[in-house]
């Protein structure tokens, strides 16, 4: 039992006059958010620089073993310390990623389609009970605006947005793209802004050459993009050049990345554009230094 406060020999300090700071939230639509939703979004996006990099290898349920990962241990695994988030389904995470690795995930929950039939046709394949036992960090199905599917998506979207909002676990919305979209501002700002106005609390979308700052700034969550198909190293480094500087919060980079030559390499140029603010060119010369070290 403590020691009972002998008053005569304390000297009080309750701050009169100053008043408690109240201080506001570093990311994009999030002040408002309860504390266990504000912890997890600061594990995702550096309270530094504002910006993330995260590494998604979740391709395999719908892909199978995607060129790259087929060997998950081997391929992500030295990736892992370079990563901000890890984005992926929970069989991956169990299989290979050491729990040790303190690195946040970002769970995968979509579940129920494959490349080999229709892809919008998604259900909720992960109880919140799971993401919880997890310590998943955020949760994530994609919305396919516009698609065959895109009412039970955009479903799916909102029950794990209910699911989280009674844990403090953030959604990520992914923007699924159908085969007969065109991946253009107009289209990108419609999937986003949808995806935001139902309650995520993040949004992935692609990269769009003409008015990406019309996807950011007409979405009042913060953007992340994705890769896509992989691409000359200069040109992705590029990609993420622009998506920061026209207003994306980070990358969701998978392909662009494992797919590489030497995929640590290219990880520690896409943290050298997105946290450190270098342009493309910079951080292409570091990509090949580290990679003619390792021979
Ligand atoms: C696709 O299944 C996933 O949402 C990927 O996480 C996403 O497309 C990002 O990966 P990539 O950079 O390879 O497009």
Redesign the pocket.
């Known amino acids: 039992m403590p020691e009972a406060d002998d008053k005569a020999n304390v000297t009080r300090n309750y701050g009169i006059g100053i008043p408690v700071e109240t201080e506001g939230f570093f990311l994009k639509a999030s002040n408002n958010l309860d504390w266990g939703m504000k912890d997890r979004l600061s594990r995702i996006f550096n309270p530094k620089t504002g910006h993330t990099v995260m590494l998604?290898f979740?391709?395999g349920?719908?892909?199978g073993p995607t060129s790259g990962l087929e060997r998950l241990d081997l391929s992500v695994n030295p990736l892992v310390p370079y990563a901000d988030v890890l984005?992926c389904t929970r069989g991956a995470l169990r299989a290979v990623i050491p729990p040790d690795s303190g690195k946040p995930v970002c769970l995968r929950c979509s579940a129920g389609a494959t490349v080999l039939k229709e892809l919008s046709n998604e259900v909720v394949g992960v109880a919140i009970e799971d993401a919880v036992r997890l310590n998943a960090s955020a949760i994530t199905v994609?919305a396919y605006i516009g698609g065959e599917h895109e009412r039970e998506t955009i479903g799916n979207l909102c029950k794990i947005i209910n699911a989280g909002n009674r844990y403090g676990i953030p959604t990520l919305a992914?923007t699924a793209v159908g085969r007969e979209m065109a991946r253009d501002a107009r289209y990108l700002s419609l999937a986003c802004r949808v995806c935001a106005e139902v309650g995520a609390h993040f949004v992935?979308t692609y990269f769009c050459a003409e008015d990406f700052e019309k996807v950011t700034a007409s979405c009042p969550i913060p953007c992340v993009i994705?890769?896509?198909k992989k691409i000359p190293e200069l040109d992705a480094l590029q990609m993420a050049r622009n998506a920061i500087d026209q207003g994306a919060h980070g990358v969701?980079?998978?392909?662009?990345i494992f797919q590489a030559d030497d995929p640590v390499a290219m990880l520690k140029a896409v943290r050298a554009v997105v946290h450190d603010g270098e342009p493309a060119e910079k951080a292409l010369d570091l990509y090949q230094t580290l990679k003619s070290e390792k021979g």
């Open positions: 998604a979740d391709h349920y719908i892909m984005m994609q992914v992935k994705a890769g896509g969701d980079m998978g392909r662009n």
